[in-house]
């Protein structure tokens, strides 16, 4: 069965380290994968985070300083990615 998941993007690995440092401590569910080419052509790390805890997720971010450059939602079926939607705008800060 498909599973929707929330990716987030940064400019960096050191932004994505303090990414997932700083949702896990909070108590969050969040885990850095390798970035998947269906989101970026770069290389690099994303955040997959479970829908209902990304707008809290990218609250704490935000207010630590750490602004994501994208979130993406994405379908996740038997080790295949399909990207639903690409989120930008207000929360993201693009």
């Known amino acids: 069965m498909p599973d929707l998941v929330v990716l987030l993007t940064f400019p960096s690995t050191?932004?994505?380290l303090k990414a997932e440092k700083i949702v896990q401590g909070a108590g969050l569910q969040g885990r850095l994968i390798p970035m998947p080419r269906e989101v970026s052509s770069l290389c690099g790390l994303?955040?997959?985070?479970?829908?209902g805890i990304s707008g809290r997720a990218?609250?704490?971010l935000l207010?630590?300083?750490?602004?994501p450059d994208k979130?993406?939602?994405v379908l996740k079926d038997r080790g295949r990615l399909l990207v639903i939607e690409v989120i930008t705008g207000n929360k993201t800060g693009k």
């Open 63 to 67: 207010a630590a300083g750490v602004k």
């Open 58 to 60: 990218l609250d704490l």
């Open 14 to 16: 050191y932004y994505a």
């Open 46 to 51: 994303a955040l997959e985070l479970e829908p």
């Open 71 to 73: 979130e993406v939602k």
